[in-house]
């Protein structure tokens, strides 16, 4: 090794400069720590960059330490051990030749002995050297059995030399949440190593398992019975050891039960404190303000509007009560209400905050309001976090400086968050919680809003009115028929809202296609990255996002010499790629053209890649207003977001919504999925498909049942 021109120390990603003894080949891949003057085999294939040239991309590497004086000191001297300069270096080699390496592991005592060096440096010098081989033992021995080197670095970060033994006499211990390795790459391990397919480690692993894959279903917690079938079922074992372990779980409090539904710890203290600290609010009411009526009746003259009857309940309810809720649909005044809020608010000196759980939802709050809206993440003050979860500084400690806090999108609030947000409060501080109960829940585990309303804790105002002037729109007016279970109005051609007949799935991908290309831009002037956003009900099949995102690209963003590409997962990106983050990470940096700076992209942001370092494997996206930098592997949570699900709409509003509705599988063809999916819409929303499809959709309403327990523990409390 020549040079090492980048290196990302979390993730192992490399560039280098090789010697062959020939040429300097720029070698490129994630490596365990490695130095000037080591010798390396590299395993790969070659590739060639359009900027770069010629690279090696490194699949594999076996990494040996020098073994003469000369390569020593050069490789000493590059400061490969800490403690080491190349004065000090220039002594050592001097005084042990060829041998030096294996004095620093084994006989750190004879270091001493030089002028300088006393016993303690002496042992400080030699843990460094092995610490160094250490990690690179882990990195190779893990990587026997498919765990990558950036794996490898974080957990021989948490478990140190010794990792190797513990993972491989128990695999199931990299399910940890510090790891986030799955339970079936850890079962793939196991299986390898010829372990007991019955043994406790890989039961408890299985049970923890499934209670963490379903908070991806919006659960947090799952009735014991049902656990325990699951796991019988996924692990093939006797219901009796099942059971066993996960009374083991339940009694090292590694799993947590309640009234016979079973909790990961963080789920169960979120939803219990939250309980606690919305009771404290909800009876520590302020001081009634006897200038309410007579201040609502100045907001009115100051804005010429005139309030209805349950908007005006509303503002009365926000301002009387420690907790109240607003919800209703489109069209039915619910910006106007929170207006009046927030001017109430002012009127009466209090200091009001205004947030929203997405970048999007935030930014359309300030439009509608006039006010700075922030994230609940920015709000909280994010920090980062080594192991990928947030910390807040906002917390009961340091709580926010306000005597009102308006949190909007509610139904997108999941139990973790929420329950942070709460800590945040200060005492004596409103809160007033603003979403639509008709649109569908939370990506994340909980179900807040729904929970909320249901406890009876406080004043729910639900406004159904809908103006005369919003029902101008067929959006507005169709989306209420929608979640009233009517059929919606698709016959006529004079409005905002459309739908382009076809039962040939191929012919419908294709007018999708045409719309957001051709058709939209000509006739609307919108811009199909920035304006037009397709939302489809599901992933897979010819209409999912999946097959939609590509026929998109290709028409969109097709390939080209001079466009680079980066492979990141199982997918390769392109600049110029409009891209969604699918899942938090508070640890991306992003810059502002004003010189803000700050941390954190999170589940749903859209954005566009503007600029792809191949040689480095960093990769710009434009989010909005904000410059992301990603690494290769940071990268990985990337998709493609010319096509999105509904359910990672949510909290957003499009200018353009083009909606495919043919062929819904019937696991997502309910109501309040469509509802939310037409309610994205601001200026035209066009369904592709068939009449018969979309009112399959308004008759189905049932909703995906969660198991949650925020309005058990809210109703207990009240109890007591």
């Avoid at 062959?20 to 720029?26: F, I, Q, R, S």
């Avoid at 960093?618 to 990268?635: C, K, N, Q, S, T």
Wanted: hydrophobic residues 40%.
């Amino acid at each position: 090794m020549e040079r090492i021109t980048f290196r990302n120390e979390q993730s192992g990603f490399t560039v280098l400069e090789i010697n062959t003894g020939e040429e300097l080949v720029t070698a490129v891949g994630s490596l365990s720590p490695v130095s000037v003057g080591e010798s390396v085999r590299l395993s790969g294939r070659w590739d060639s960059h359009a900027t770069f040239g010629p690279q090696f991309k490194v699949e594999s590497a076996e990494i040996t330490a020098p073994n003469t004086a000369a390569a020593i000191l050069r490789y000493l001297s590059s400061g490969a051990v800490r403690g080491i300069g190349p004065s000090l270096a220039k002594r050592l080699v001097c005084a042990f030749g060829d041998n030096t390496l294996a004095i620093l592991e084994t006989s750190p005592g004879r270091l001493s002995k030089l002028k300088g060096i006393t016993p303690k440096k002496a042992e400080e010098i030699s843990e460094e050297f092995k610490k160094k081989f250490g990690v690179r033992e882990v990195v190779l021995r893990l990587g026997e059995y498919g765990i990558g080197t950036d794996e490898a670095l974080l957990i021989f970060s948490r478990l140190g030399v010794t990792a190797p033994d513990l993972v491989l006499d128990n695999p199931y211990v990299l399910c940890d949440d510090d790891f986030a390795v799955s339970f079936e790459r850890a079962d793939a391990i196991a299986r390898e190593r010829s372990l007991d397919p019955s043994s406790p480690n890989r039961v408890k692993a299985g049970i923890l398992h499934i209670l963490r894959h379903n908070l991806q279903n919006g659960h947090t917690c799952l009735p014991y019975k049902k656990l325990a079938e699951t796991a019988v079922k996924m692990l093939a074992q006797a219901p009796e050891a099942v059971e066993s372990e996960l009374d083991g779980l339940l009694e090292s409090q590694a799993a947590v039960m309640e009234g016979g539904m079973v909790f990961l710890p963080a789920l169960y203290q979120a939803e219990a404190y939250s309980a606690e600290r919305l009771g404290i609010i909800a009876r520590t009411s302020p001081p009634a303000a006897l200038t309410v009526d007579r201040d609502i009746n100045e907001i009115e003259r100051a804005l010429n509007i005139k309030y209805g009857a349950l908007q005006r309940e509303a503002i009365h309810a926000a301002v009387q009560n420690g907790i109240m809720v607003l919800t209703g649909g489109p069209g039915t005044g619910k910006t106007t209400t929170l207006n009046g809020i927030i001017k109430l608010f002012e009127l009466q000196k209090v200091d009001v905050l205004l947030a929203a759980p997405t970048g999007r939802a935030a930014k359309r709050m300030s439009e509608v309001t006039g006010k700075e809206a922030k994230t609940v993440h920015r709000l909280l003050e994010v920090v980062w976090s080594d192991t990928n979860r947030p910390a807040f500084l906002r917390n009961e400690r340091n709580p926010l400086t306000c005597g009102a806090l308006i949190l909007d999108e509610l139904s997108m609030m999941d139990a973790l968050l929420f329950e942070g947000l709460l800590r945040a409060l200060p005492l004596g501080c409103r809160l007033i919680m603003v979403g639509d109960s008709d649109q569908l829940p939370s990506v994340g585990a909980g179900n807040i809003l729904a929970d909320v309303i249901a406890s009876q804790i406080c004043p729910v105002i639900c406004l159904r009115k809908v103006f005369r002037q919003a029902m101008e729109s067929l959006i507005v007016a169709n989306a209420h028929l929608i979640v009233q279970g009517d059929p919606p109005q698709l016959a006529r051609r004079d409005s905002d809202f459309f739908l382009l007949k076809t039962a040939d799935k191929q012919k419908a991908l294709e007018t999708v296609v045409d719309l957001t290309v051709g058709r939209l831009p000509q006739s609307y002037g919108f811009s199909p990255l920035s304006d037009i956003q397709v939302l489809c009900p599901s992933r897979k099949w010819e209409l999912g996002s999946g097959s939609v995102n590509e026929a998109l690209r290709a028409a969109l963003n097709p390939a080209a010499p001079r466009k680079n590409e980066l492979k990141c997962g199982f997918l390769t990106l392109r600049e110029g790629d409009k891209v969604m983050q699918s899942k938090n990470n508070y640890n991306v940096l992003w810059n502002k053209e004003d010189g803000t700076r700050g941390q954190g992209v999170f589940n749903g942001d859209i954005g566009v890649i503007t600029q792809i370092n191949k040689a480095a494997g960093v990769i710009d996206v434009l989010f909005d207003d904000r410059r992301a930098e990603y690494g290769a592997e940071e990268a990985t949570a990337l998709e493609l977001a010319y096509a999105i699900t509904v359910h990672k709409s949510q909290g957003s509003e499009f200018p353009c919504v083009i909606i495919p509705v043919l062929n819904v599988p019937n696991l997502l063809a309910y109501r309040n999925l469509l509802y939310t999916a037409v309610t994205r819409a601001r200026k035209l929303l066009i369904l592709v498909g068939t009449q018969g499809d979309v009112l399959k959709m308004i008759k189905n309403n049932k909703k995906m049942n969660r198991y949650t327990y925020l309005r058990r523990f809210i109703e207990r409390a009240r109890e007591e």
